[in-house]
C-alpha cells in the first residue's frame, strides 16, 4: 500500500443473568455481540487480511499490535467490557480467535459502498456473517447426534444465540473520504440517498437472518481529523474555530440526518427489532471543541507519525539531520489523535462513556437496555 493509500484510510460500534437498573427496568444479557464496521471497530480483520498493524500500534493497553488501528482499545472493546464480555476476534483471522460470544466483520478501510480503500464494504461483512451463521448452524446439526457439540463447538456460538445477540453497526465515513477525492461538495451531497440506501438494506439482511437488536453509530466528524484538517490550513477553506473542515463536518451530519431518518423507517417496516440511533458524532465533536477542559491536548495535535516537515506515517521514522521524525509521543493519554485519523484509546474511552450515559441515545437507552 502507498502513502497515498494510508493517507486516506479513515475510520470512518451479560452473560447468562438479568441485572436491575435504576428505574426499576430490568437490562438484557447479551449472550454474544455481531460487529459491522471500518477502523474504528476492527479489532484484527485488515491486518490478518491485507496488511499486518505495525507496532507502535497497541502499545499502551496490549503492549504489542492487537489489528487495532490505536495504541489501545477502541469503543467496541469497551461496549464488550460493559456487556460483560470478552473482545470480540475478527472474522477474518484464523489464529486465535473464538466466536463463543460473537464476531466482529468490520475491516479497517471498508465503507457502505463498494468502495477503493477496502474489498470488505458492508455488504461483503452481512454475507460473511450469513455464511458464519449458517455453517455455524450446519456444524451444530452435524455434531448433535454424534454427542461431540462440547468439543468441536467449543468456540462457536449457539445457534439459538444468533436472535438474542447485539447487532452493532459503526460505518460511513469512508464513503465521505473517498467522495471528497473524487467528487465535488455538490456530487458528494448527491450519494447521501444511495449510501443509506444500501446500509438499511443491509440491516434488512440481518433482520431477515434473524437480528432483533441494533445498535446503530452514526458517522464522525471527519472534518477534525488531523490528516484531514492540517493541510487545509494553508489552502483557502473554510475552517471552524477549532480547525476542522466546515463542509466536510456539514456534509457528515447531512449523512446522518438521512441515516437517522433510515433508521426510524426501519423500526416501522421491522416491527420485531429494536433500533438503538448513537449520536457518535456529537460525542466526538462534544470532546474536539472542549479538549482542554476534557484533559487533552490541542485535538490536531496528534501523537504517532509527523506531517510537517517531513510526511512519515506512524509505524515508520524518518532520520534527517541526526533527528528521528514519526516516534510516538511520552503523552498518548492526553491526545485526541493517535496517528492523525484514528483515536487514542484515551479518546476512546472518553467517548464510550459519553454514550453509555444515553443521552446520546435516541431511544435514550443504556447499552445494556438495548434490547428494550
Not at 469503543?75 to 460470544?101: C, K, M, Q, V
Not at 467528487?183 to 437480528?211: C, M, S, W
Not at 487514542?344 to 444515553?358: D, G, H, L, P
Request: glycine letters at 8%; proline letters at 6%; charged letters at 15%.
Amino acid at each position: 500500500m502507498d502513502s497515498e493509500r494510508v493517507f486516506w484510510i479513515f475510520p470512518l460500534l451479560v452473560l447468562g443473568k438479568i441485572v436491575v437498573v435504576m428505574g426499576g427496568s430490568s437490562s438484557y444479557a447479551f449472550p454474544a455481540v455481531y460487529n459491522f464496521g471500518d477502523s474504528n471497530s476492527d479489532t484484527g480483520g485488515r491486518s490478518a487480511a491485507l496488511v499486518q498493524v505495525p507496532p507502535p500500534y497497541g502499545q499502551t493497553f496490549f503492549r504489542k499490535p492487537s489489528g487495532r488501528l490505536s495504541d489501545g482499545r477502541l469503543i467496541i472493546d469497551f461496549i464488550a467490557e460493559s456487556l460483560g464480555l470478552p473482545f470480540l476476534s475478527a472474522y477474518l483471522d484464523s489464529i486465535g480467535t473464538n466466536f463463543r460470544h460473537g464476531a466482529n466483520f468490520a475491516t479497517g478501510g471498508s465503507s457502505i459502498q463498494p468502495g477503493d480503500f477496502s474489498p470488505f464494504h458492508l455488504g461483503v461483512q452481512v454475507s460473511q456473517f450469513i455464511q458464519f451463521k449458517s455453517r455455524t448452524t450446519e456444524l451444530y446439526e452435524n455434531l448433535s447426534d454424534s454427542g461431540m457439540i462440547s468439543s468441536y463447538a467449543a468456540g462457536l456460538p449457539k445457534p439459538g444465540e444468533f436472535s438474542k445477540a447485539l447487532y452493532t453497526i459503526d460505518i460511513g465515513q469512508n464513503d465521505l473520504a473517498y467522495a471528497f477525492q473524487n467528487k465535488t461538495e455538490d456530487q458528494v451531497r448527491a450519494t447521501i440517498p444511495d449510501i443509506v440506501n444500501q446500509f438499511t438494506q443491509a440491516l434488512h439482511q440481518l433482520y431477515d437472518e434473524g437480528a432483533r437488536f441494533f445498535w446503530v453509530h452514526n458517522t464522525g466528524p471527519i472534518g477534525c481529523l488531523p490528516l484531514s484538517a492540517i493541510p487545509y490550513q494553508a489552502m483557502n477553506v473554510s475552517l471552524d474555530q477549532y480547525g476542522c473542515i466546515k463542509y466536510q463536518n456539514d456534509i457528515a451530519q447531512e449523512l446522518n440526518q438521512q441515516l437517522k431518518d433510515g433508521v426510524t423507517q426501519l423500526k416501522t417496516l421491522l416491527p420485531l427489532a429494536t433500533f438503538t440511533y448513537i449520536d457518535i458524532y456529537s460525542a466526538k465533536f462534544s470532546l474536539i471543541s472542549d479538549a482542554k477542559n476534557q484533559g487533552f491536548d490541542d485535538p490536531l495535535n496528534y501523537c504517532c507519525g509527523s506531517l510537517f516537515p517531513y510526511p512519515v506515517f506512524c509505524g515508520s521514522t524518518m532520520e534527517v539531520n541526526e533527528k528521528v521524525y514519526g516516534n510516538p509521543c511520552d503523552d498518548p493519554w492526553a491526545r485526541i489523535s493517535w496517528d492523525g485519523i484514528h483515536y487514542t484509546e484515551a479518546a476512546n474511552r472518553w467517548v464510550a462513556t459519553k454514550i453509555f450515559s444515553r443521552s446520546l441515545s435516541d431511544p435514550p437507552v443504556t447499552i445494556t437496555n438495548a434490547c428494550s
